[in-house]
Protein backbone atom coordinates (compact mmCIF):
# COMPACT_ATOMS: atom_id res chain seq x y z
CA UNK A 1 0.00 0.00 0.00
CA UNK A 2 1.48 3.57 -0.71
CA UNK A 3 1.50 6.86 0.46
CA UNK A 4 -2.35 7.66 -0.80
CA UNK A 5 -3.02 4.53 0.20
CA UNK A 6 -2.44 4.98 3.70
CA UNK A 7 -3.61 8.83 4.20
CA UNK A 8 -7.00 7.34 2.95
CA UNK A 9 -6.92 4.16 5.44
CA UNK A 10 -5.99 7.05 8.59
CA UNK A 11 -8.76 9.42 7.30
CA UNK A 12 -11.22 6.36 7.40
CA UNK A 13 -10.38 4.96 10.58
CA UNK A 14 -10.94 8.94 12.28
CA UNK A 15 -13.61 9.05 10.31
CA UNK A 16 -15.50 5.91 11.49
CA UNK A 17 -14.40 7.02 14.90
CA UNK A 18 -15.70 9.96 14.80
CA UNK A 19 -18.85 9.09 13.73
CA UNK A 20 -19.29 6.42 15.94
CA UNK A 21 -18.46 8.37 19.67
CA UNK A 22 -21.79 7.89 20.50
CA UNK A 23 -21.85 4.27 20.68
CA UNK A 24 -18.16 4.12 21.55
CA UNK A 25 -18.93 5.68 24.83
CA UNK A 26 -22.09 3.64 25.27
CA UNK A 27 -20.25 0.50 24.58
CA UNK A 28 -18.24 -2.16 26.41
CA UNK A 29 -14.93 -1.13 24.25
CA UNK A 30 -13.00 2.14 24.72
CA UNK A 31 -11.43 3.94 21.65
CA UNK A 32 -8.09 2.35 22.54
CA UNK A 33 -9.18 -0.93 22.46
CA UNK A 34 -10.62 0.00 18.48
CA UNK A 35 -7.60 1.33 17.89
CA UNK A 36 -5.88 -1.79 19.45
CA UNK A 37 -8.14 -3.91 17.31
CA UNK A 38 -6.90 -1.23 14.22
CA UNK A 39 -3.33 -2.33 14.36
CA UNK A 40 -3.52 -6.09 14.66
CA UNK A 41 -5.79 -5.98 11.79
CA UNK A 42 -2.92 -4.30 10.03
CA UNK A 43 -0.33 -6.21 11.70
CA UNK A 44 1.13 -9.75 10.89
CA UNK A 45 -1.36 -11.80 12.55
CA UNK A 46 -4.04 -10.63 9.62
CA UNK A 47 -3.69 -8.46 7.03
CA UNK A 48 0.61 -8.28 7.17
CA UNK A 49 0.27 -4.91 5.87
CA UNK A 50 2.88 -3.36 8.68
CA UNK A 51 5.35 -5.04 10.86
CA UNK A 52 7.31 -2.97 13.79
CA UNK A 53 10.10 -4.41 15.73
CA UNK A 54 10.28 -2.25 18.91
CA UNK A 55 13.99 -3.14 19.50
CA UNK A 56 15.05 -1.73 15.82
CA UNK A 57 13.40 1.17 16.30
CA UNK A 58 13.33 1.48 20.33
CA UNK A 59 14.86 5.17 19.55
CA UNK A 60 12.28 6.81 17.18
CA UNK A 61 9.12 4.53 19.77
CA UNK A 62 11.15 5.97 23.21
CA UNK A 63 10.65 9.65 21.78
CA UNK A 64 7.40 10.07 20.18
CA UNK A 65 5.88 8.25 23.49
CA UNK A 66 7.93 10.97 25.47
CA UNK A 67 6.12 13.43 23.67
CA UNK A 68 2.44 11.72 24.37
CA UNK A 69 3.59 11.26 27.82
CA UNK A 70 4.60 14.78 28.54
CA UNK A 71 1.89 16.28 26.72
CA UNK A 72 -0.87 13.91 28.93
CA UNK A 73 1.16 14.49 32.14
CA UNK A 74 0.95 18.37 31.50
CA UNK A 75 -3.25 18.18 31.04
CA UNK A 76 -3.39 16.01 34.16
CA UNK A 77 -1.46 18.60 36.12
CA UNK A 78 -3.45 21.41 34.30
CA UNK A 79 -6.86 19.68 35.33
CA UNK A 80 -6.16 19.02 39.05
CA UNK A 81 -7.25 22.39 40.41
CA UNK A 82 -8.05 21.34 44.04
CA UNK A 83 -6.05 22.66 47.36
CA UNK A 84 -2.82 20.61 48.01
CA UNK A 85 -4.19 19.79 51.39
CA UNK A 86 -7.12 18.37 49.86
CA UNK A 87 -7.55 14.21 50.96
CA UNK A 88 -7.18 13.55 47.02
CA UNK A 89 -3.55 14.67 46.43
CA UNK A 90 -2.89 12.81 50.33
CA UNK A 91 -4.15 9.87 48.59
CA UNK A 92 -2.38 10.36 45.51
CA UNK A 93 1.10 10.46 47.08
CA UNK A 94 0.53 7.04 48.92
CA UNK A 95 -0.08 5.29 45.53
CA UNK A 96 2.46 7.27 43.72
CA UNK A 97 5.39 6.29 45.94
CA UNK A 98 4.39 3.72 48.78
CA UNK A 99 1.92 2.16 46.68
CA UNK A 100 4.57 1.93 43.99
CA UNK A 101 7.32 0.48 45.63
CA UNK A 102 5.22 -2.33 47.10
CA UNK A 103 4.15 -2.96 43.83
CA UNK A 104 7.48 -2.86 41.81
CA UNK A 105 8.57 -5.36 44.65
CA UNK A 106 5.40 -7.90 44.26
CA UNK A 107 6.00 -8.04 40.69
CA UNK A 108 10.10 -8.36 41.03
CA UNK A 109 9.46 -11.82 43.08
CA UNK A 110 6.16 -13.09 40.78
CA UNK A 111 8.15 -12.75 37.92
CA UNK A 112 11.85 -14.37 39.28
CA UNK A 113 9.73 -17.44 40.46
CA UNK A 114 7.57 -18.15 37.38
CA UNK A 115 9.62 -16.73 34.28
CA UNK A 116 13.15 -17.87 36.05
CA UNK A 117 14.57 -14.33 35.45
CA UNK A 118 17.85 -12.48 37.38
CA UNK A 119 16.88 -10.67 39.82
CA UNK A 120 17.97 -7.44 38.01
CA UNK A 121 16.05 -8.13 35.42
CA UNK A 122 13.03 -8.83 37.37
CA UNK A 123 13.35 -5.88 38.96
CA UNK A 124 13.40 -3.75 35.15
CA UNK A 125 10.16 -5.99 34.46
CA UNK A 126 8.90 -4.87 38.11
CA UNK A 127 9.72 -1.36 37.32
CA UNK A 128 8.26 -1.27 33.75
CA UNK A 129 4.59 -2.54 34.15
CA UNK A 130 3.87 -1.17 38.08
CA UNK A 131 3.43 2.50 36.95
CA UNK A 132 -0.42 3.53 36.00
CA UNK A 133 -0.84 5.41 33.10
CA UNK A 134 -2.03 9.08 32.11
CA UNK A 135 -2.59 8.85 28.61
CA UNK A 136 -4.79 6.15 28.36
CA UNK A 137 -6.83 6.72 31.80
CA UNK A 138 -8.76 9.67 30.11
CA UNK A 139 -12.15 7.28 31.77
CA UNK A 140 -10.90 7.24 35.12
CA UNK A 141 -9.02 10.63 35.41
CA UNK A 142 -10.52 13.82 36.47
CA UNK A 143 -12.53 15.24 33.32
CA UNK A 144 -11.71 19.14 34.16
CA UNK A 145 -10.74 21.44 36.49
CA UNK A 146 -14.11 21.26 38.55
CA UNK A 147 -14.56 17.85 38.66
CA UNK A 148 -13.32 16.99 42.53
CA UNK A 149 -14.26 13.27 42.76
CA UNK A 150 -11.67 11.70 45.37
CA UNK A 151 -11.43 8.69 43.13
CA UNK A 152 -10.61 10.53 40.05
CA UNK A 153 -8.29 13.07 41.91
CA UNK A 154 -6.17 10.14 43.66
CA UNK A 155 -5.96 8.24 40.18
CA UNK A 156 -4.63 11.30 38.04
CA UNK A 157 -2.41 12.42 41.03
CA UNK A 158 -0.88 9.01 41.23
CA UNK A 159 -0.35 8.72 37.15
CA UNK A 160 0.94 12.20 37.54
CA UNK A 161 3.59 11.36 39.63
CA UNK A 162 4.64 7.41 39.56
CA UNK A 163 7.27 8.26 37.34
CA UNK A 164 9.37 9.75 40.44
CA UNK A 165 9.44 6.19 41.63
CA UNK A 166 9.55 3.57 38.89
CA UNK A 167 11.87 5.16 36.59
CA UNK A 168 14.72 5.47 39.35
CA UNK A 169 14.26 1.98 39.88
CA UNK A 170 14.15 0.91 36.47
CA UNK A 171 17.44 3.02 36.03
CA UNK A 172 18.80 1.39 39.35
CA UNK A 173 17.51 -2.15 37.52
CA UNK A 174 19.70 -0.63 34.49
CA UNK A 175 22.97 -0.04 36.48
CA UNK A 176 22.68 -3.96 38.00
CA UNK A 177 21.88 -5.50 34.36
CA UNK A 178 25.36 -3.51 32.40
CA UNK A 179 27.38 -3.05 35.43
CA UNK A 180 29.82 -5.52 35.55
CA UNK A 181 31.48 -4.63 38.39
CA UNK A 182 30.42 -4.76 42.30
CA UNK A 183 28.23 -2.27 43.81
CA UNK A 184 30.04 0.77 44.73
CA UNK A 185 28.83 3.11 47.62
CA UNK A 186 29.98 6.07 44.97
CA UNK A 187 27.35 4.38 42.23
CA UNK A 188 24.38 3.98 45.38
CA UNK A 189 25.07 7.12 45.91
CA UNK A 190 24.67 9.00 43.06
CA UNK A 191 21.42 7.04 42.09
CA UNK A 192 20.13 8.11 45.42
CA UNK A 193 21.00 11.82 45.44
CA UNK A 194 20.58 12.42 41.49
CA UNK A 195 18.24 9.73 39.65
CA UNK A 196 16.07 9.81 43.00
CA UNK A 197 16.02 12.70 45.27
CA UNK A 198 16.68 15.06 42.63
CA UNK A 199 14.91 13.87 39.85
CA UNK A 200 11.78 14.21 41.96
CA UNK A 201 12.27 17.41 43.86
CA UNK A 202 14.39 19.26 40.85
CA UNK A 203 11.59 18.11 38.41
CA UNK A 204 8.68 19.47 40.53
CA UNK A 205 10.43 22.45 41.17
CA UNK A 206 11.49 23.26 37.78
CA UNK A 207 7.96 22.33 36.17
CA UNK A 208 5.47 23.99 38.89
CA UNK A 209 8.21 27.31 38.50
CA UNK A 210 8.16 27.77 34.77
CA UNK A 211 4.08 26.70 34.83
CA UNK A 212 3.58 29.94 37.69
CA UNK A 213 5.88 32.15 35.76
CA UNK A 214 4.90 31.54 31.94
CA UNK A 215 1.10 31.26 33.45
CA UNK A 216 1.55 35.47 35.22
CA UNK A 217 3.58 35.83 32.04
CA UNK A 218 0.53 34.89 29.61
CA UNK A 219 -1.69 36.29 31.49
CA UNK A 220 -0.23 39.92 31.52
CA UNK A 221 0.60 40.66 28.26
CA UNK A 222 -2.95 39.35 27.29
CA UNK A 223 -4.50 41.90 29.69
CA UNK A 224 -2.17 44.63 28.58
CA UNK A 225 -2.90 44.38 25.46
CA UNK A 226 -6.93 43.46 25.48
CA UNK A 227 -5.64 40.28 23.49
CA UNK A 228 -8.59 37.47 22.88
CA UNK A 229 -6.86 35.72 19.98
CA UNK A 230 -6.10 32.08 20.21
CA UNK A 231 -3.05 30.99 21.49
CA UNK A 232 -2.90 27.00 20.74
CA UNK A 233 0.67 26.98 21.15
CA UNK A 234 1.48 27.64 24.66
CA UNK A 235 0.70 24.18 25.95
CA UNK A 236 3.31 22.91 23.36
CA UNK A 237 6.31 25.75 24.59
CA UNK A 238 5.31 24.99 27.94
CA UNK A 239 5.09 21.10 27.50
CA UNK A 240 9.08 21.08 25.49
CA UNK A 241 10.32 23.54 27.70
CA UNK A 242 9.98 22.45 31.27
CA UNK A 243 10.76 18.90 29.81
CA UNK A 244 13.49 20.01 28.45
CA UNK A 245 14.98 22.33 31.30
CA UNK A 246 14.19 19.41 33.28
CA UNK A 247 16.33 16.90 31.64
CA UNK A 248 19.17 18.76 30.63
CA UNK A 249 20.01 19.55 34.46
CA UNK A 250 19.44 15.62 34.86
CA UNK A 251 15.89 16.28 36.78
CA UNK A 252 12.56 14.36 35.85
CA UNK A 253 10.89 15.86 32.58
CA UNK A 254 7.65 14.04 33.69
CA UNK A 255 7.49 15.29 36.73
CA UNK A 256 8.44 18.62 35.29
CA UNK A 257 5.85 18.64 32.84
CA UNK A 258 3.33 17.49 35.08
CA UNK A 259 4.20 20.65 37.54
CA UNK A 260 3.76 22.84 34.78
CA UNK A 261 0.13 22.27 34.62
CA UNK A 262 -0.28 21.98 38.02
CA UNK A 263 1.72 25.30 38.10
CA UNK A 264 -0.20 26.74 35.46
CA UNK A 265 -3.41 25.71 37.21
CA UNK A 266 -2.42 27.59 40.41
CA UNK A 267 -1.78 30.77 38.75
CA UNK A 268 -5.48 30.73 37.29
CA UNK A 269 -6.38 29.86 40.97
CA UNK A 270 -4.38 32.65 42.55
CA UNK A 271 -5.96 35.08 39.91
CA UNK A 272 -9.62 34.28 40.33
CA UNK A 273 -9.01 34.63 44.09
CA UNK A 274 -7.99 38.09 43.47
CA UNK A 275 -10.25 39.03 40.57
CA UNK A 276 -13.65 37.83 41.77
CA UNK A 277 -16.12 36.95 39.40
CA UNK A 278 -18.53 39.68 41.10
CA UNK A 279 -21.08 40.09 38.86
CA UNK A 280 -21.69 36.53 38.77
CA UNK A 281 -24.65 35.21 40.99
CA UNK A 282 -23.58 33.71 43.55
CA UNK A 283 -24.12 30.33 42.79
CA UNK A 284 -22.32 30.64 39.61
CA UNK A 285 -19.07 31.50 41.26
CA UNK A 286 -17.72 28.29 41.80
CA UNK A 287 -16.55 27.54 38.89
CA UNK A 288 -12.91 28.17 37.20
CA UNK A 289 -11.74 31.36 34.69
CA UNK A 290 -11.63 29.28 31.71
CA UNK A 291 -15.15 28.44 32.42
CA UNK A 292 -16.51 31.71 32.29
CA UNK A 293 -15.05 32.51 28.97
CA UNK A 294 -17.84 32.01 26.29
CA UNK A 295 -16.11 31.19 23.63
CA UNK A 296 -18.95 32.98 21.12
CA UNK A 297 -17.68 36.05 22.99
CA UNK A 298 -14.67 35.56 22.57
CA UNK A 299 -13.23 38.73 20.22
CA UNK A 300 -16.18 40.72 21.82
CA UNK A 301 -14.75 44.72 22.17
CA UNK A 302 -14.13 45.72 25.87
CA UNK A 303 -11.86 45.37 28.58
CA UNK A 304 -9.87 41.49 28.69
CA UNK A 305 -8.90 41.63 32.45
CA UNK A 306 -7.32 39.73 34.41
CA UNK A 307 -9.89 37.00 34.64
CA UNK A 308 -10.84 36.52 31.38
CA UNK A 309 -7.15 36.33 30.40
CA UNK A 310 -6.30 34.11 32.77
CA UNK A 311 -9.28 31.83 31.18
CA UNK A 312 -7.92 32.50 27.47
CA UNK A 313 -4.81 31.07 28.65
CA UNK A 314 -6.05 27.84 30.50
CA UNK A 315 -8.85 27.28 28.09
CA UNK A 316 -6.25 27.36 25.25
CA UNK A 317 -3.95 24.80 26.95
CA UNK A 318 -6.02 22.63 27.48
CA UNK A 319 -7.94 22.34 24.36
CA UNK A 320 -4.56 21.69 22.58
CA UNK A 321 -2.93 19.72 24.78
CA UNK A 322 -5.95 17.22 24.79
CA UNK A 323 -6.11 17.10 21.13
CA UNK A 324 -2.07 16.59 20.64
CA UNK A 325 -3.01 14.01 24.00
CA UNK A 326 -5.51 11.81 21.54
CA UNK A 327 -3.39 11.91 18.45
CA UNK A 328 -0.33 10.74 19.66
CA UNK A 329 -1.87 8.10 22.00
CA UNK A 330 -4.26 7.19 19.19
CA UNK A 331 -0.85 6.29 17.25
CA UNK A 332 0.35 4.80 19.46
CA UNK A 333 -1.79 2.41 20.75
CA UNK A 334 -2.28 1.31 17.33
CA UNK A 335 1.44 0.37 16.84
CA UNK A 336 1.21 -1.48 19.99
CA UNK A 337 -1.44 -3.57 18.16
CA UNK A 338 0.63 -4.39 14.90
CA UNK A 339 4.25 -4.75 17.15
CA UNK A 340 1.99 -7.44 19.15
CA UNK A 341 2.58 -10.21 16.62
CA UNK A 342 6.51 -10.21 16.87
CA UNK A 343 6.16 -9.18 20.67
CA UNK A 344 3.52 -11.76 22.90
CA UNK A 345 4.68 -14.24 25.29
CA UNK A 346 1.77 -16.15 26.57
CA UNK A 347 3.42 -15.98 29.93
CA UNK A 348 2.69 -12.05 30.25
CA UNK A 349 -1.17 -13.10 30.53
CA UNK A 350 -0.72 -15.00 34.11
CA UNK A 351 1.38 -11.95 35.26
CA UNK A 352 -0.81 -9.68 34.25
CA UNK A 353 -3.64 -11.89 36.33
CA UNK A 354 -1.47 -11.92 39.49
CA UNK A 355 -0.56 -7.89 38.88
CA UNK A 356 -4.29 -7.17 38.64
CA UNK A 357 -5.79 -9.20 40.84
CA UNK A 358 -3.32 -9.49 43.53
CA UNK A 359 -0.25 -7.19 43.82
CA UNK A 360 -1.58 -4.31 42.82
CA UNK A 361 -4.92 -4.36 45.21
CA UNK A 362 -2.83 -5.77 48.13
CA UNK A 363 -0.49 -2.75 47.50
CA UNK A 364 -3.03 -0.07 47.72
CA UNK A 365 -4.48 -1.72 50.69
CA UNK A 366 -1.47 -1.74 52.47
CA UNK A 367 -0.25 1.72 51.13
CA UNK A 368 -3.23 3.12 52.07
CA UNK A 369 -4.53 2.00 55.88
CA UNK A 370 -4.90 4.76 58.06
CA UNK A 371 -5.98 6.96 55.61
CA UNK A 372 -9.69 7.00 56.68
CA UNK A 373 -10.50 6.11 52.80
CA UNK A 374 -13.57 3.36 52.12
CA UNK A 375 -12.68 -0.35 51.60
CA UNK A 376 -14.52 0.32 48.02
CA UNK A 377 -13.06 3.43 47.38
CA UNK A 378 -9.64 1.16 47.90
CA UNK A 379 -10.54 -1.82 46.07
CA UNK A 380 -12.11 0.48 42.97
CA UNK A 381 -8.40 1.92 43.07
CA UNK A 382 -6.62 -1.55 43.22
CA UNK A 383 -8.35 -2.65 40.16
CA UNK A 384 -8.34 0.84 38.23
CA UNK A 385 -4.40 0.91 37.30
CA UNK A 386 -4.29 0.65 33.59
CA UNK A 387 -0.85 0.19 32.18
CA UNK A 388 -0.07 1.29 28.61
CA UNK A 389 2.05 4.00 26.89
CA UNK A 390 4.18 5.10 29.74
CA UNK A 391 5.33 1.16 30.09
CA UNK A 392 6.39 1.28 26.36
CA UNK A 393 8.07 4.08 26.58
CA UNK A 394 10.27 2.47 29.97
CA UNK A 395 10.59 -0.46 27.16
CA UNK A 396 12.23 1.68 24.86
CA UNK A 397 14.55 3.59 26.93
CA UNK A 398 15.78 0.42 28.33
CA UNK A 399 16.56 -1.32 25.24
CA UNK A 400 18.05 2.72 24.49
CA UNK A 401 20.33 2.03 27.88
CA UNK A 402 21.67 -1.45 26.90
CA UNK A 403 19.04 -3.98 27.60
CA UNK A 404 19.91 -6.93 25.18
CA UNK A 405 19.96 -10.50 25.30
CA UNK A 406 17.19 -13.68 25.03
CA UNK A 407 16.21 -13.30 28.76
CA UNK A 408 15.54 -9.01 28.38
CA UNK A 409 13.68 -9.79 24.54
CA UNK A 410 11.46 -12.16 26.78
CA UNK A 411 10.57 -9.89 29.45
CA UNK A 412 10.12 -6.99 27.40
CA UNK A 413 7.26 -8.92 25.18
CA UNK A 414 6.24 -10.50 28.30
CA UNK A 415 5.48 -6.70 29.59
CA UNK A 416 3.91 -5.89 26.22
CA UNK A 417 1.60 -8.66 26.84
CA UNK A 418 1.16 -7.35 29.56
CA UNK A 419 -0.14 -3.96 28.53
CA UNK A 420 -2.30 -5.66 26.21
CA UNK A 421 -4.34 -7.34 28.32
CA UNK A 422 -5.06 -4.33 30.86
CA UNK A 423 -5.74 -2.00 27.90
CA UNK A 424 -8.79 -4.54 27.48
CA UNK A 425 -9.41 -5.72 30.62
CA UNK A 426 -9.44 -2.58 32.05
CA UNK A 427 -10.96 -0.76 29.51
CA UNK A 428 -13.84 -3.31 29.34
CA UNK A 429 -14.28 -2.45 33.16
CA UNK A 430 -14.01 0.68 33.61
CA UNK A 431 -17.19 2.17 32.72
CA UNK A 432 -19.49 -0.59 34.65
CA UNK A 433 -17.73 -0.17 37.49
CA UNK A 434 -17.70 3.70 37.60
CA UNK A 435 -21.40 3.41 36.70
CA UNK A 436 -21.91 0.82 39.68
CA UNK A 437 -20.57 3.55 42.07
CA UNK A 438 -22.18 6.28 41.23
CA UNK A 439 -25.51 4.21 41.27
CA UNK A 440 -24.59 3.71 44.98
CA UNK A 441 -23.19 7.08 45.67
CA UNK A 442 -26.75 8.40 44.79
CA UNK A 443 -28.70 5.82 46.68
CA UNK A 444 -26.95 6.43 49.71
CA UNK A 445 -27.43 10.37 49.18
CA UNK A 446 -31.06 9.70 48.13
CA UNK A 447 -31.24 7.86 51.79
CA UNK A 448 -29.79 10.63 53.95
CA UNK A 449 -32.09 12.73 52.32
CA UNK A 450 -35.21 10.84 53.60
CA UNK A 451 -33.51 11.13 57.36
Sequence with gaps: MGFTGWTAAVGGLLLLMSLASGWIHRGPVTSFGLYLLAGIVCGPWVLNLLRVDVAAHAMLIAHVTEIAMAASLFITGLKLRLPFQDPGWRMGLRLAFPAMILTVGGVTLAVHWLAGFSWPLSLAFGAIVAPTDPVLASLI??????????????????????????????????????????????ILGHWALIDVAWALLGGLGIGFGMGRLIGYLATHLKSTQNDTAPNDFLALALVALSYAAAQSLDASGFLATFAAGVGLRRTELGIFSRHPPDHLPEEERGGTAESLVNPNMRHASGEAGPLRSVGLVVSDALSFGDTMERLFAAGIVIVLGITLAMHWDPMGLPLAAIVFLLIRPASVYLATIGSGTPRLHRALIGWLGIRGIGSINYITWAYTHGLAGP?????????????????IVHGIS????????????????????KH
Excluded: C, Y
Excluded at 412 to 422: E, K
Design 141 to 186: SVNDARDDDSLRVALSSEAGMNDGTALPILMLAMVLLTTHEPLSFA
Design 430 to 449: VSPLLNWRQDKITAAAERDN
Design 407 to 423: DAERMANMAFTLIVASV
